[in-house]
C-alpha cells in the first residue's frame, strides 16, 4: 500500500470534518495534519481517484507525492 500526501487548505475543525466525510465513503486509512493543512492516505487507489474525492471538499487540493 501507498501514503499518498495532499495540501488541503483546511482552516478549521469543520474543514477536516468534511475530507473525514469524503474518506470514510471510499475506506481507506488515512491522518489529517490540520496544523499544516496535510492529508495522507494509505491507499491502492489511484492517487487521481483520490484527489477528486478529495476536491469534493469544495477545498483547494493538491497533490504533494508519495510519502
Given amino acids: 500500500m501507498t501514503t499518498h500526501q495532499f495540501f488541503v487548505d483546511m482552516i ?7 475530507v473525514t466525510r469524503v474518506l470514510t465513503k471510499l475506506d481507506v486509512k488515512f491522518d489529517i495534519d ?3 493543512k ?3 492516505i494509505e491507499s ?6 483520490l484527489l477528486e474525492t ?3 471538499t ?4 493538491t497533490y504533494i507525492g508519495p510519502k
Fill in 12 to 18: 478549521c475543525e469543520g474543514c477536516s470534518g468534511a
Fill in 34 to 36: 490540520l496544523p499544516n
Fill in 38 to 40: 496535510k492529508v495522507f
Fill in 44 to 49: 491502492d487507489k489511484d492517487a487521481d481517484v
Fill in 54 to 56: 478529495l476536491k469534493k
Fill in 58 to 61: 469544495g477545498k483547494a487540493v
